[in-house]
T-cell receptor, first 113, second 115 residues
């Protein structure tokens, strides 16, 4: 059974640009969540999607957005990139049951220069 | 509000020693879920265990064991006879349940096992 796949693995962008990250969940998992990991703030929840609807959102500015497609694949977008957006972005998928374990991808390492 | 505290930032042990990673959590929910994840240098978070708030039974899985105590809001993780491959960052996390799919993570404990 394939795990969670995130693409690309690495990205370098310039301040002011926008970026789109992709996540393919484990087959059968309909809940997809995104997290940002930085040395200073640790792992922080961005948002969670289920059936193409955002159910939960973390405390991030509107520059961070996402969406989910009918096949449960998800994308997140960051517009007007700032240096502080440099981070490891992790995607997780889980079954739709409260408290279900989340399975993570290897992440996308975004560097903003 | 949910909070998870991992007071140990870094731990170094010699191979074959036992090591315990501490986790203390705060929540007002009566139903919640606790998790441990391992993050090797590759970056992927690897799921280790899940516990719900109604199940305080301790668990052992091979060299790993977990001690969940609601009275002290702790969910500690012990590795017995540590190995070099155990070197990683370990995260404790809390999910409040009740329809929430958001994990609140601790800051992580970096474990280095020295051969």
């Amino acid at each position: 059974k394939a795990g969670v796949t995130q693409t690309p693995r690495y990205l370098i962008k310039t301040r002011g640009q926008q970026v789109t990250l992709s996540c393919s969940p484990i087959s059968g998992h309909r809940s997809v969540s995104w997290y940002q990991q930085t040395p200073g703030q640790g792992l922080q929840f961005l948002f969670e999607y289920f059936s193409e609807t955002q159910r939960n959102k973390g405390n991030f500015p509107g520059r961070f957005s996402g969406r989910q497609f009918s096949n449960s694949r998800s994308e997140m977008n960051v517009s007007t990139l700032e240096l502080g957006d440099s981070a490891l972005y992790l995607c997780a998928s889980s079954l739709d049951s409260s408290g279900a374990e989340a399975f993570f991808g290897q992440g996308t390492r975004l560097t903003v220069v | 509000a949910q909070k998870v505290t991992q007071a140990q930032t870094e731990i170094s042990v010699v191979e074959k020693e036992d090591v315990t990673l501490d986790c203390v959590y705060e929540t007002r929910d009566t139903t919640y879920y606790l998790f441990w994840y391992k993050q090797p240098p590759s970056g992927e978070l690897v799921f280790l265990i899940r516990r719900n708030s109604f199940d305080e039974q301790n668990e052992i899985s091979g060299r790993y064991s977990w001690n969940f105590q609601k009275s002290t809001s702790s969910f500690n993780f012990t590795i017995t006879a540590s190995q070099v491959v155990d070197s990683a960052v370990y995260f404790c996390a809390l999910n409040p349940g009740a329809g929430s799919y958001q994990l609140t993570f601790g800051k992580g404990t970096k474990l280095s096992v020295i051969p």
